[in-house]
């Protein structure tokens, strides 16, 4: 992707985002654990903002997941870049990137190749963006069978907002090692998994949210 590209890129997001917050704008910024990570986000103005009726409704219809950095995707990413050995020289699927953090924050540590998987196409274009941001490369994919094919370890935050992607973490574990962090479920304990800890996160930008969503576990899964 050029510059050019990467232009066009920020362009569609930004159509994509007046269509349900016309006021908003999206800014590049460095994230608080990860500063050498930048994503293009939500002005941090945004939650100041009081939102008409109609506007919340359209959040809730058609939200741009991908223009926040959501608290498990932050954990995760943090993690990645202070245990590189989970990533060095592997091929890494992140499953609904989002903003991209997690899939961008392996390239960084020094994944051989990451493939982030997603059917909503803005999420991928801003992936895309996110990754041009930070001078790095992930491959796009909207087919989860053939990216689990590829992969040496699979990463996924905050998917399972819907209860129904929780036979994706049984799916997971046949392409290998897994990280999951979870946000969302707070009697999760995934069948397989270990934990690995917990730690305290917010959305970013920070949507003041409820504290019982700050609190993010990461869980391993890994060939015995």
């Not at 990533?87 to 961008?104: L, R, T, Y």
């Not at 053939?146 to 929780?166: G, H, K, P, Q």
């Not at 917010?202 to 969503?213: A, F, M, R, V």
Request: charged fraction near 20%; hydrophobic fraction near 45%; glycine fraction near 6%.
């Amino acid at each position: 992707m050029t510059e050019n590209e990467k232009r066009v890129g920020l362009d569609a997001l930004h159509q994509c985002l007046h269509r349900v917050l016309p006021a908003v704008s999206l800014r590049s910024q460095s994230l608080p654990n990860t500063p050498q990570l930048r994503l293009w986000l939500l002005d941090e103005l945004f939650p100041e903002q009081a939102l008409e009726p109609e506007v919340v409704n359209r959040i809730m219809e058609e939200p741009p997941y991908w223009s926040f950095c959501w608290a498990s995707g932050q954990v995760l990413a943090e993690y990645l870049i202070a245990h590189p050995q989970w990533v060095k020289g592997h091929c890494v699927v992140d499953v609904g990137p989002g903003s991209g953090v997690v899939a961008i924050a392996a390239a960084m540590a020094g994944a051989r190749k990451v493939i982030a998987c997603d059917l909503d196409a803005d999420a991928l274009t801003a992936t895309r963006v996110n990754a041009l941001e930070n001078d790095v490369e992930v491959t796009l994919s909207q087919d989860l069978d053939s990216a689990l094919a590829e992969a040496d370890l699979v990463t996924a935050a905050d998917i399972l907002y819907d209860r129904e992607n929780l036979p994706l973490l049984a799916r997971f574990q046949a392409a290998g090692r897994v990280l999951l962090a979870d946000s969302r479920v707070p009697d999760l304990n995934p069948q397989g998994y270990r934990l690995l800890g917990q730690w305290q996160s917010c959305t970013w930008p920070d949507l003041g949210e409820s504290s019982e969503y700050n609190g993010v576990r990461l869980f391993a899964s890994e060939p015995e």
